[in-house]
C-alpha cells in the first residue's frame, strides 16, 4: 500500500474507503458501526476509540497501527515494533512457541540496541576519571 499523504484521520480512512471501492454504508456495515458515526469520524467531527480504529481497519484490510498513528494514538516511532510483532504473530507458517522465541529474541536485540544507543552517564564529568586526576 501506497503512503499517502492526508492530514488528519478522517481524510485517510476517507481516501481509504475510496481506494477499497467501499461506499460509506459498505464500511460502516462491516466495521460494525453506524453509518452517521462512520460520516463524522470522516470529517473530522469525532475522533473515535482504538476499538473502533481497529475494526475500521480490519474492514478495511489495512494495518491498524497505521490508523492509531494518524489519529495520534500511537507514536510513528513504535509503529515499527507493532507492526513487526504483528507479522510475527501473523505468520501461520510458524508454532506458537515458535513465534514467542522469535518475540524474545527481538525483545532482546531491541535492549541491546537502546543501551548502545543511550547517552552516557549525564552526572559523570566530561572526559571519565581522567577528568578528576589531570596529568600535568
Not at 501506497?2 to 481524510?11: K, Y
Not at 470529517?43 to 484490510?61: E, F, M, T, V, Y
Not at 494495518?63 to 510513528?76: H, M, N, P, R
Request: charged share 25%.
Amino acid at each position: 500500500m501506497a503512503s499517502l499523504n492526508v492530514g488528519n484521520l478522517g481524510e485517510y480512512l476517507r481516501e481509504q474507503r475510496r481506494q477499497a471501492q467501499l461506499s460509506l454504508r459498505q464500511l460502516a456495515d462491516a466495521a460494525g458501526v453506524a453509518n452517521p458515526y462512520l460520516s463524522q469520524i470522516e470529517r473530522g467531527l469525532r475522533k473515535p476509540s482504538a476499538d473502533i480504529l481497529q475494526q475500521l481497519a480490519k474492514a478495511l484490510r489495512i494495518s491498524a497501527e497505521t490508523l492509531y498513528v494518524q489519529a495520534g494514538i500511537l507514536d510513528e516511532r513504535d509503529r515499527d515494533e507493532v507492526e513487526t510483532r504483528a507479522v510475527i504473530l501473523g505468520d501461520p507458517s510458524i508454532n506458537e512457541r515458535q513465534k514467542q522465541v522469535l518475540l524474545q529474541i527481538y525483545d532482546s536485540f531491541r535492549k541491546e540496541n537502546a543501551a548502545e544507543a543511550e547517552p552516557a552517564d549525564p552526572s559523570a564529568p566530561p572526559g571519565g576519571d581522567d577528568a578528576m586526576h589531570p596529568t600535568n
